[in-house]
């Protein structure tokens, strides 16, 4: 998308701007700069972009020797999504907040500190803000001699790599996910805020099982303290749904091949329900259809048929 308005300003960064990528990244050095024309939203203006290089030549030369001779390759940002969570991963892993949520997150969590507080742009797209950050870092690292992307190359892949592992920390959360979402994530918050310490901000944000994961991120806890938690709530969920239940319920017992029962387990692993969820949704699923046991009986006719002349 290079940039041919014959009003713009010439010989400045924004001749370099071959890409929405770069075009993102000058874009957010600029907004930093209270005196820029940059706006707090992502909006472009070329021409007044141009005049504020024409006059700021250091930041102007040091913008088109980073886009001609450092700007990161795009596949290093290949595990990169728009997806809220990892941006909010992202940024609290690099040390990085929002301007506009300094002084709430100052109080909320026991004045933390941070490598970087930054005007970030409201209505960027989640995957498009997350290079755009990472770019700027790495033009800082080499222009201000500011950390944390000393390394660049490293530093993204390792991120990539410690995304992998956050994942799979947070499946210790995945049975809030399955059925019935919205009351084990209100069960989980009431219980959760009479068990963490006073010091710890308020459970009341947690809506939302993303909202649950970013509470997380922000609070700290150990990978153990996570699942050892996540583990007695949903204990004592299934104990809570179990009592509902048994007004409505009888027990029945059946015998069933230890095949049978081993395959029931597993699908009662891999889906964090109890083996009587996993029989009723089989049961409801097989009366709504009508599929599996009418084929087996067909099945069984044919093979009792005799043979015709």
């Not at 907004?31 to 820029?36: A, I, K, L, T």
Request: some cysteine; glycine content about 2%.
């Amino acid at each position: 998308m290079a940039i041919n308005d014959p009003d713009v300003p010439k010989n400045t960064a924004i001749d370099s701007i071959i890409t929405e990528r770069i075009r993102l990244f000058i874009h957010m050095c600029l907004v930093q700069d209270e005196n820029s024309p940059a706006k707090k939203y992502s909006n472009y203006f070329g021409i007044s972009y141009g005049e504020y290089l024409t006059k700021n030549t250091t930041l102007n030369e040091q913008l088109k020797s980073y886009i001609h001779h450092s700007i990161l390759p795009d596949d290093i940002f290949q595990w990169i999504t728009d997806n809220n969570y990892q941006h909010c991963w992202i940024k609290e892993i690099l040390g990085v907040i929002e301007k506009s949520e300094y002084n709430f997150e100052y109080l909320e969590r026991g004045n933390k500190s941070w490598n970087l507080i930054m005007h970030i742009p409201a209505d960027l797209e989640t995957k498009s803000c997350s290079m755009a950050i990472i770019d700027y870092l790495y033009f800082r690292s080499i222009y201000y001699n500011s950390n944390p992307l000393y390394n660049p190359l490293h530093t993204i892949k390792e991120l990539g790599r410690l995304w992998l592992i956050q994942q799979k920390e947070d499946k210790a959360f995945e049975w809030m996910k399955n059925n019935d979402a919205e009351s084990k994530i209100i069960f989980f918050r009431e219980w959760l805020q009479g068990k963490i310490s006073p010091f710890l901000p308020s459970t009341s944000s947690i809506n939302t099982y993303e909202q649950l994961l970013i509470y997380f991120l922000r609070s700290n806890f150990s990978t153990i303290e996570k699942k050892a938690l996540s583990s007695s709530a949903r204990k004592i969920w299934n104990q809570k749904k179990a009592r509902e239940e048994a007004t409505d319920s009888k027990q029945h017992n059946f015998i069933l091949r230890n095949e049978t029962i081993a395959k029931l387990d597993e699908l009662a692993k891999k889906y964090y329900l109890s083996r009587s969820e996993i029989i009723e949704s089989i049961i409801e699923s097989e009366y709504k259809n009508r599929i599996h046991i009418e084929e087996k009986i067909k099945r069984r006719k044919q093979i009792k048929l005799p043979p015709s002349d």
